[in-house]
């Protein structure tokens, strides 16, 4: 019963130091360890720290500092929300040269009505990133309404078939992503192509083996003839041979 109670105690050391933890990230004070080390006790004190454990956790909730909790919670969940409802208005064009006789803007517009056949109504646009040579920077535009932004984006993949060699090997429309988007997108990224690269070899050993089948039939073809005439040889030999000896 006492090495019981003494996991119990383990237990709720190791889960209030974890709350704590959870707790000070949001500027709630800790909630003090009932049971420590330096304050053990006897198996029939056991009853009386569980009730002031619920009792400490009871003030806690009375005193609203689970509504704090939650208050904080949902307001991230809030701002998180807005951040990405604005974002969806957003795309972002990589590969666009700058234009001196056209702003950015302009130049956009050209490439979504000349290549996607499509008239997006820009409201903002910039080029990010730092300047460097050689390189170019991609433009973040934003437009009216979440709409045009995605049917920007699902014609996207035209690009890949204008009759411009320089759009359709180096200009690329894609969504605006936060960090931890960008690198999940890139994970499903590498997820398929090595799947598409494993499902090519599949192939490509299948069709080998499959060409390979009458080269080998016929070597097998041709390897059972030489033994048969090696055959046939030995045994006119053997006869001839035998008809000297006579």
Excluded: W
């Amino acid at each position: 019963m006492c090495a019981e109670i003494e996991h119990q105690r383990e237990v709720i050391l190791l889960l209030t130091t974890r709350l704590n933890f959870v707790l000070t990230m949001f500027g709630i004070e800790e909630i003090p360890a009932v049971f420590d080390k330096q304050n053990s006790v006897g198996c029939e004190d056991a009853d009386k720290k569980v009730s002031e454990t619920h009792t400490c956790y009871a003030s806690v909730v009375s005193s609203g500092k689970t509504a704090s909790f939650q208050s904080a919670v949902l307001s991230t969940m809030y701002k998180e929300k807005e951040m990405q409802e604005a974002r969806n208005r957003n795309f972002v064009v990589y590969g666009l040269q700058d234009s001196s006789g056209e702003s950015d803007k302009e130049h956009v517009e050209k490439l979504c009505e000349t290549e996607l056949n499509l008239k997006p109504e820009i409201n903002i646009y910039k080029r990010f990133g730092k300047t460097m040579p050689g390189t170019v920077r991609p433009v973040l535009v934003t437009v009216r309404s979440v709409q045009q932004a995605r049917d920007v984006i699902a014609s996207a993949r035209g690009l890949r078939k204008s009759d411009n060699r320089y759009v359709r090997e180096h200009v690329y429309i894609n969504p605006d992503l936060t960090k931890a988007q960008a690198a999940a997108a890139y994970q499903a990224r590498c997820q398929r192509r090595l799947a598409r690269a494993t499902r090519n070899t599949s192939q490509n050993q299948s069709l080998i083996h499959r060409h390979q089948l009458p080269v080998i039939h016929l070597i097998v073809d041709l390897n059972l003839r030489h033994l048969n005439l090696f055959q046939m040889l030995t045994k006119s030999d053997l006869k001839a041979r035998l008809l000297f000896c006579r």
